[in-house]
């Protein structure tokens, strides 16, 4: 073999090592990106968006002060970057929030793909929805002569209502809804705290049972509604009028009825076969809205038998008495 056709075959075979060496390196590639797909990551986000003057900053702040990572105003094509770098940064388990609305032009456009996108990488995401209603909103906007982002040279209820259309879909699909209307910033910022604090991690399932009084209202945010008014009212029983149901002798009037043991059998058979399945379904928030005439009595003594019950089935479980303090 002359020189010169050793040199041909060395260079021949000198590239099919090659080529089986990029081969190699593809499918080992690919073999990390399939092991991939779904991994457990360190960050976990709340995505705080809502309503303009519903109190999104205050929110924030009080994320804040629970030791989340924050940031207001973050363009949407940014998040998963964002998400990335701050997990590569992580050794721990982090958590963060992120102001983002129609402040951004492109918010609305693009944040159905990208949730999307970032959710099929794994990330946990949790859509928390402030509103409050339009009257609030716009004595919000005239003590703080602020223009309306939709409307800025505009009408301001114009803008709410055109913010309220642009936003219905992205409030279907919110993990949480939280009306802000009878909330001033101390209230708002305690009332985040409470229902975030007692959270180990954003992607197990929270039990949030809440009692309240018909008089006042549904609350807008009740994934379940028990209604207890036809239980004997202690209101009528002029001893424990002036007490509520966290009195032990408001409960025992309440719990000892044969009617109530009858209702709380099934009520808590329901709730014990419904909660797996929201769980199942990668619900990350349930509320249980437990309700009677006036919110101080019937309802709060329910509720505090069923947070019993289910934080003795190790459930993480939040608590509210919305109209305790409404009567006297």
Do not use: W
Request: one cysteine or more; charged letters at 30%; hydrophobic letters at 40%.
């Amino acid at each position: 073999m002359t020189r010169a056709e050793t040199l041909r075959a060395s260079h021949k075979e000198r590239k099919v090592n090659e080529k089986s060496v990029q081969i190699q390196s593809q499918k080992d590639a690919t073999a990390v990106i399939s092991e991939s797909d779904n991994p457990v990551r360190l960050v976990q986000a709340v995505i705080i968006t809502g309503m303009s003057g519903s109190g999104k900053s205050t929110a924030l702040k009080a994320f804040e002060d629970m030791a989340y990572y924050c940031v207001d105003n973050l363009p949407i094509a940014l998040l998963p970057e964002f998400l990335f770098l701050k997990e590569n940064a992580s050794k721990m388990p982090t958590r963060v929030a992120l102001v983002m609305d129609v402040r951004e032009e492109s918010f609305l456009d693009q944040y159905q793909s990208i949730f999307k996108q970032i959710k099929e990488k794994g990330f946990y995401l949790e859509i928390l929805f402030l509103d409050a209603k339009d009257e609030i909103l716009v004595q919000r906007f005239s003590q703080t002569r602020r223009r309306h982002p939709l409307k800025p040279r505009g009408n301001v209820l114009e803008g709410i209502h055109a913010e309220r259309e642009h936003l219905i879909g992205l409030r279907e699909c919110a993990d949480k809804l939280f009306d802000t209307s009878d909330f001033n910033v101390h209230q708002l910022r305690l009332g985040i705290v409470r229902l975030y604090s007692p959270r180990k991690r954003l992607d197990q399932l929270v039990i949030h049972i809440l009692s309240f009084g018909f008089k006042y209202g549904v609350p807008a945010d009740a994934n379940l509604v028990l209604d207890v008014r036809f239980l004997p009212n202690p209101f009528f029983e002029s001893e424990l009028r002036s007490l509520n149901g966290c009195a032990h002798k408001v409960r025992n009037y309440v719990l000892e009825k044969e009617d109530t043991i009858e209702f709380l059998k099934y009520a808590e058979d329901l709730l014990k076969f419904l909660i797996p399945k929201y769980r199942d379904e990668g619900k990350s928030y349930l509320v249980i809205a437990v309700g009677c005439t006036g919110g101080r009595h019937r309802s709060v003594a329910i509720v505090e038998h069923l947070k019993e019950i289910f934080t003795g089935a190790n459930e993480e479980v939040i608590v509210t008495h919305r109209d305790l303090k409404l009567e006297g």
